[in-house]
């Protein structure tokens, strides 16, 4: 992948993680603001997380309605701006609950179509790399998000925050159509295989549903230390900025992760990062004073290079022509978990307290490493039975 084909993806993902990790922290307070309880903002970001999802999985579908994933991206942007300038005018939690609910729809179909734009420029042996320093946007946008949406928020009010908002998502606009895609024939299967070629392996069945229960921890994660911080008498603008200073963390660990998955075992890889996710839903539960905070974000955010791991793991996994379909089935199952967590998280927080929601997350984040153990498990006899079958005649 030559480097402006990288950056105008980089550029292009960096806006929609911007928005949506710089609004995440800031959402449950803001509909707190509003009169939402914390089952209420459970159903508000669960709801958001639906519309994610429903997005991730059109992705394709609306890809090809419009035969090219760049045309799309640009409409999306303006939408996106639309959106984003209407949500600075709302003035009642169902207003703002629509309008967020149709930002995170087309953030699910613009990460869709960012990552399989970068897997098909990517050659096999620099997968790793290339996804690492692209994952390397959410650790940016973090930290830009963090150190300028809470202080903006405190100082000139959310109206201010969504005209900015608006603004940035025209950079996407005039980025994407730029980008280098290659043509529908080479980026589609022949209508006769995909039925063939639709079919999950063992390994990517298992590594779905590790990644739905790692990520029902995750948002539970993301969800709890708002609430965490906000009980231990944190303002927005302390939220805000340690989600930002601890998202420094990803952009060493980003690029360093997905690069070093390149040359061993994406599947231990991405067993590591998601121990990491859970040793910070663990110290969540003690966590008290801003250091400690900021250690636990520090550890979100180192342990969301899985994201770069999962992706290159994902494109080796997909068939020749069936990246679209193992991608957006990979991000949808990713961000429907979210809507379990967002709504099982406000549920849990009411009924058996903050403590004990952290503590399942964090048994999640274990199971889901077990399930990678089986999916390691299930790749190497694969790859024992093709060793094999070379030695073996075939029969007559």
């Given at each position: ?18 928005v ?11 509909a ?13 970001l ?14 394709g ?17 303006l939408?996106?701006?639309t ?112 039925k063939?070629?639709?079919?999950p392996?063992?390994v ?6 590790a990644?739905?229960?790692y ?38 660990a980003?690029?360093?992760?997905g ?13 590591l ?24 974000a520090?550890l ?41 967590g ?41 790859e024992y ?12």
């Amino acid at each position: 992948m030559n480097l402006r084909q990288f950056l105008l993806l980089f550029i292009c993902s960096l806006v929609t993680w911007w928005v949506g990790i710089g609004l995440m922290p800031l959402l449950p307070i803001y509909a707190a603001t509003l009169g939402a309880t914390p089952t209420v903002v459970g159903i508000f970001l669960a709801f958001s997380f639906f519309t994610l999802a429903l997005g991730t999985a059109s992705a394709g579908w609306l890809a090809r309605k419009l035969s090219r994933r760049t045309r799309l991206l640009t409409l999306l942007s303006l939408a996106g701006a639309t959106a984003a300038a209407l949500l600075g005018l709302a003035t009642q939690l169902w207003q703002v609950v629509l309008l967020v609910a149709a930002i995170w729809f087309i953030s699910g179909v613009s990460l869709v179509l960012v990552g399989v734009l970068a897997g098909l420029a990517a050659t096999s042996h620099a997968r790793g790399r290339v996804f690492g320093w692209l994952s390397a946007s959410v650790a940016l946008a973090g930290v830009v998000g963090g150190l300028v949406m809470g202080p903006l928020a405190e100082r000139w009010g959310y109206p201010a925050l969504f005209g900015l908002i608006a603004v940035t998502y025209l950079v996407q606009t005039l980025s994407a159509p730029f980008i280098a895609e290659p043509a529908p024939s080479s980026a589609s299967p022949a209508p006769a295989k995909r039925k063939q070629q639709w079919h999950p392996s063992g390994v990517f069945v298992f590594l779905l549903a590790a990644n739905v229960c790692y990520s029902i921890g995750s948002f539970v994660a993301g969800m709890g230390r708002s609430l965490a911080m906000d009980q231990a008498g944190f303002g927005i603008s302390a939220i805000s900025v340690v989600a930002g200073v601890g998202s420094a963390a990803g952009l060493v660990a980003m690029p360093l992760v997905g690069r070093l998955s390149d040359g061993g075992n994406r599947l231990l890889m991405l067993a590591l990062t998601y121990a990491l996710g859970v040793l910070a839903l663990l110290g969540m539960v003690y966590a008290g004073s801003l250091a400690t905070f900021l250690t636990v974000a520090a550890l979100m955010a180192a342990a969301s290079a899985e994201r770069a791991v999962a992706s290159a793991l994902v494109t080796d996994l997909a068939p020749a022509g069936a990246l679209d379909q193992y991608m957006a089935q990979f991000d949808t199952v990713r961000w429907a978990a979210g809507v379990v967590g967002f709504a099982g998280a406000g549920y849990c927080v009411e009924v058996a307290g903050l403590t004990a929601t952290l503590l399942l997350g964090a048994g999640l984040g274990g199971l889901s490493i077990a399930l990678l153990a089986v999916a390691g498990w299930l790749q190497r006899r694969r790859e024992y039975e093709s060793f094999c079958s070379l030695w073996v005649a075939p029969s007559k």
